[in-house]
Each structure stands twice: as C-alpha cells, then as structure tokens.
C-alpha cells in the first residue's frame, strides 16, 4: 500500500509544517510520532496500541485500507482516542471515535454508476481485492447497476499481493465476458498490474474502460501514463482542481517534492483533516477526545478541493463529487463536478432500498 499510503504521510506532515511555521497551536507545535505498519493490518492495531498507552497519543491519523481502519477502530474505542481516517470507504459504519474525511458510496459510487451507464452500457465486470472494502464496495455498485436495469456479467477478486501475472487469465476472462465496464476496487501496488495486464492485452478503453474510485495520480505515475490513459475514477480532489487553494497546495507540494511528484485525494484529504484538527484544538484549547469531537462536528475548512465541512449527524465529511479521466499527461481531465459538496450519507438513507440513480 505503500503507493499511496506514503502519500498521505505527506500530506500530513506538509499540514503540520504549514500550522508550525504560523507559529503552533497558542505557541505550542505539533509534534507527530509515525511508526510504518507495513501494509500489515494487524501492525495497524498494534501501534495505535502503542501510541495511545506508551506514547500518550490520543489523536492518530491514518491509515488507507478498511481492515487496517477496522484493526485501529476497537483500540481507539476502549481507550477513548480519536481517529482522523483520509480514505474513501465502503460506508456503513459509524464510531463516535473515528472522524472520516474520505468519501462516501452516495459522494462517487452513485454518479459514477450513472455516468458510466449513460456513456458505456450496461454490462459490467467487477474485480477487487479480496478483503472488506472491495467487497462491500461492489455490493453497492451491483445494486445500483441492477437497479437500474443493468447486469454483472462477473466479479472476481485477487489477493492483496496479487502480481501482474495473475491478472493475464483474469483479464483474458473479461475479454470473453464482453462487458461494458470494467469496475476496479483493486487497491495498491496491484493497482498497476491490473492496468498493465490490460494494456498488454490490447483493450481499449475507449469502448471497455476500467471505472474505479480507489486509482489516483500516485497509481497513474507508478503504471504509466500511457497505460492509465483514458480510465475513469470518482473522486473528491484531482490535482487538476481549478482555485487559488489548491493552486498554492500544489505548488507547497512540488516545491518539498519536486514537480514530478502529483498530489491525489488521498493526499489533500490527509492534508486538510489535520488542519480541521489544528483549528478545533486552538478553539478547545484540549485534546480530550469528547471536548474535540464536539467542536469538529459541524467544523469547516477551505480545502484544496472547495469548501469542506464535518457533518454534525455521521462523523464523516461533507466532500464534492468529481469524475475525472486519465490523460496522456499522468493528470485526469474532469468530466463532472458538484455544484458544491456533496452530504455524507454513509448508510445511503437518502437512496432508498433501491438504489436508483435518481
């Protein structure tokens, strides 16, 4: 996971600088205790043991797979800390110890669903990784696909540490299957595989794209902008986000990184729940887990992505909503943008039992 988990160290870290460099928190700056879990889900809850009990942390942010988060959620819970989560995620879960500033089913997979059927077709073949989030992600998608008067014409999943060799048959199965669409929840250095094993075989994604909300700027440049030409993803953030914050984020970014290096939602959303933190802390003056928690809700910030906000009902933050494909350049064009952001709705009340793409 290192592809894209390193990225979110980064934009932590570029977060606490910027609030450090203003002069703290009331003169006092952050000072962060980092320790890699090595894409290993348990090390997750091991650490955020660690932190809480030895280093007297109760603020952890972190973590990008949902199994890593499920490894923290008990720990933080029992011991009263708070976790700031950056990564989009299945949805379907609430804990009054957990902030959630990635994106939600109702804020990508729905006008994603809905775009794709518009331009592609109806058919579509899901491949994941084979743990949590992959699979309760398709189940959304297979509902509204159904839903709407469309079929899944297969879905198969690979081990984390699946290499490009194994998705060559995989691939060669979808080849037959014939679908429209093919939609990824693959996730980490996989992520690459699967895009080249799909380049190899002369797919095209002008007719038969892969779809996915979890391939960002970090997994194009590690694939190959040739390779991640033309693929579609659903995102709060694209580097390409046209205002003066994010303009300024970006050029902070290159500057300690270098130009080659892109930014990505997970990164920006790492980058803005810190300072969603840093402001609540000078308004409480206390890193008491209830007394933050209870200014963060309703809190706002102008992230790099538009105007952000943590919904007071789930915890999970109000993000936008953005389509975007892959150029020639390693960089996505948009082809749809919210208005403004998008309400979390985490248990996807607002969709009904079903799921249409109202």
Known sequence: MSVIEETQLRGTLIAIDEINDRGGVHG?????????????????????????????????????????????????????????????????EFSPNVIYTGATPNQNSVQLCRALMQQFGTRFFFIGSDYIYPRESNRVMRDLVRSNGGTVVGEQYLRLEADRSEFVPLLREIKRAQPDVIFSTVVGEATTFLYQAYHDLGLNPKTVPIASLTTTEAEIRAMGHDVGEGHYTAAAYFQCVENERNSDFVARYHKRYGDDEPTNMCLESSYFQVNVFAKSLEATNSLDTRCLRSWVMGAEFDAPQGCVSINPVWGHADVWTRIGRANRNGQFDIVFQSATSVKSDPYLMGQGRTLELC
Do not use: H, N
């Open 28 to 92: 006092r700056p952050i000072e962060p205790v980092i320790y890699d879990p090595g894409s290993d889900a348990r090390s997750y809850g091991q650490y955020a043991k660690r932190l809480m009990v030895e280093d007297g942390v109760s603020t952890i942010f972190g973590c990008y797979t949902s199994s890593s988060r499920k490894a923290v959620l008990p720990v933080v819970e029992r011991l009263d800390g708070l976790l700031w989560y950056p990564t989009l995620y299945e949805g379907f």
